[in-house]
T-cell receptor
């Protein structure tokens, strides 16, 4: 079974809107990472948040982590058509062995 | 260019055949990983290697084998024992599997189809 589960499974928004994706996990973690995957391609690392951090920013990305609720969220502000992709959370609970969730498929309509 | 390359991009296999997927990196990373991705799903870990000449089974190793004879290379063999091998295979590397908080760098993937 997968450690992380993303919600929603699919999200469709208009360009300029914000997109929020959520990730829940089951066990204690060292860190949580978010990755992006364009259709049929490899994954690209977006951001890493450690278990002792609560919020992290990178450009238009904002990630939060609530270890008491075992959940994380990824916010993409002012979305662009080029943000259309699948987004995965991955939990690091086993010395850099990542466990991936099922992903959120984001579509940004121009 | 530094990065991870995988070949071939598409691979077709007849039932009963073994096939080998190539993964090469020039990032000087110690750790390398193989994942399997089924349509609409996340990634599942097949095998990983923290150092040359050492590798460990991941969550779904049955029907697969690997070798790590060189730091830059981590080939994956899909054997005939793998009952449902049609999937997208991704290779990744990181600086060290023992240092916490390492991001993984991914190759472009190989799409394997069993005919």
């Amino acid at each position: 079974s997968q450690q992380g589960e993303e919600d929603p499974q699919a999200l469709s928004i208009q360009e300029g809107e914000n997109a929020t994706m959520n990730c829940s996990y089951k066990t204690s973690i060292n860190n949580l990472q978010w990755y992006r995957q364009n259709s049929g391609r490899g994954l690209v690392h977006l951001i890493l948040i450690r278990s002792n951090e609560r919020e992290k920013h990178s450009g238009r990305l904002r990630v939060t982590l609530d270890t008491s609720k075992k959940s994380s969220s990824l916010l993409i502000t002012a979305s662009r058509a080029a943000d259309t992709a699948s987004y995965f959370c991955a939990t690091d609970a086993r010395q850099n062995m990542l466990t991936f969730g099922g992903g959120t498929r984001l579509m940004v309509k121009p | 260019d530094g990065g991870i390359t995988q070949s071939p991009k598409y691979l077709f296999r007849k039932e009963g055949q073994n096939v080998t997927l190539s993964c090469e990196q020039n990032l000087n990373h110690d750790a390398m990983y193989w994942y399997r991705q089924d349509p609409g799903q996340g990634l599942r870990l097949i095998y990983y290697s923290q150092i040359v000449n050492d590798f460990q089974k991941g969550d779904i190793a049955e029907g697969y084998s690997v070798s790590r004879e060189k730091k830059e290379s981590f080939p994956l063999t899909v054997t005939s024992a793998q009952k449902n091998p049609t999937a997208f295979y991704l290779c990744a590397s990181s600086t060290s599997a023992k240092r916490q908080g390492s991001e993984q760098f991914f190759g472009p993937g190989t799409r394997l189809t069993v005919l």
